[in-house]
Structures are given as C-alpha cells and as structure tokens.
C-alpha cells in the first residue's frame, strides 16, 4: 500500500504564500492520480485540486480562483501545493491523496495522509 505524508504548513498572512509538499512511499508514486483536499473546523472535507499521473492535466475548485498550483515530481515521489495570495477563509487541515483516476470526490481516492495544518490570519 501506499503512505502519504503532508508537510509545509503553518501560519501566514492574508496575502501570504505556502507550499505544501506530499512524500509517498510503498507502492510507486507514478502510477497515481494525486489530490489535494482540506477541512475546516465544523465543515465537511472537501475537494481543492487534483492532477494526473503525467502531470499534464490538472484541476481546481473553484475557490482557488487561479491562487493555489499543483504539480508533482514522481523521480522524488512528491506531489506539491502552491498556495499564493491566501485568505483567511482558506484556514483548513490539508489532506493529500492517492487514486486511480482524477476525480473531485473523496471516495475516488484509495490513500490519504495525515494532513498538515494551514493557518491565514487577517
């Protein structure tokens, strides 16, 4: 199976930046369709980005509003999270994932990481 493992969050500013990184390990990285996912306090889990296993397709929530990039490196089994210009609204536990196939639903995915905490202050 695999094992995934957030990192790179914490608290920044409204208008600050974060990169998130997601380590695999087990089974190949390459193989996978990668997302990333958050939940706040009080609400459901819910969908932020997702790409393929080239790395050539991606897609966004629309919240993202053009802000966050997700890109992988699979020679070091790694899936990341740009996030710029962000809100306070954006404060969440980020979740990365592993599937099959892309998809924006939460049972698409057959692997999840432990999260990593985001933080925006106003």
């Known amino acids: 199976q695999v094992q995934l493992v957030e990192s790179g969050g914490g608290l920044v500013r409204a208008g600050g930046s974060l990169r998130l990184s997601c380590a695999a390990s087990?089974?190949?990285?390459?193989?996978?369709?990668m997302a990333w996912f958050r939940q706040a306090p009080g609400k459901e889990r819910e969908f932020v980005a997702t790409?393929?296993?080239?790395?050539?397709?991606?897609t966004y929530a629309n919240f993202v509003e053009g802000r966050f990039t997700i890109s992988r490196d699979n020679a070091k089994n790694t899936v990341y999270l740009e996030m710029n210009s962000l809100k306070p609204e954006d404060t969440a536990v980020y979740y990365c994932a592993a599937g099959p196939v892309t998809s924006t639903t939460i049972r698409a995915y057959d692997y999840w990481g432990q999260g990593t905490q985001v933080t925006v202050s106003s």
């Open positions: 087990g089974r190949t990285f390459s193989p996978f369709a």
């Open positions: 790409i393929r296993r080239s790395g050539g397709s991606t």
